[in-house]
Nanobody, 127 residues
Framework: EVQLVESGGGLVQAGGSLRLSCAASGFTFDEYAVGWFRQAPGKEREGVSCMSVNDGELYADSVRGRFTISGDNAKSTVYLQMNNLKPEDTAVYYC?????????????????????WGQGTQVTVSS
């Protein structure tokens, strides 16, 4: 059974940092793409970043230069380091996975191609 568990969310002041973790189990980690999405109240879910071992990383324009996605194959965990956070980054953040990884790497905002989703973690940035 594929499982994705996010952690690391919380409340932070504008300009601060958080690191989200997505712990994966039940699949061969390096054959999948893993993406981070977020959804703010009243808004659609949007892609933030995604990565696959063979195809690199993608970032949304709104986070490029502030967020960094990385993976630890030994721990089957993908991280999202978020720096210089802004109030508009406030949302529930979800990780998702899809096989093969290349399906997700055409566009960062492609929630429909993902098969597996975590439960989400809340990130709140105060001004």
């Amino acid at each position: 059974e594929v499982q994705l568990v996010e952690s690391g969310g919380g409340l932070v002041q504008a300009g601060g940092s958080l690191r989200l973790s997505c712990a994966a189990s039940g699949f061969t980690f390096d054959e999948y793409a893993v993406g981070w999405f977020r959804q703010a109240p009243g808004k659609e879910r949007e892609g933030v970043s995604c990565m696959s071992v063979n195809d690199g990383e993608l970032y949304a324009d709104s986070v490029r230069g502030r967020f960094t996605i990385s993976g630890d194959n030994a721990k089957s965990t993908v991280y999202l380091q978020m720096n210089n956070l802004k109030p508009e980054d406030t949302a529930v953040y979800y990780c998702a996975a899809v096989y093969p990884g290349s399906l997700a790497m055409l566009a960062v905002n492609s929630p429909g191609v993902y098969d597996y989703w975590g439960q989400g973690t809340q990130v709140t940035v105060s001004s």
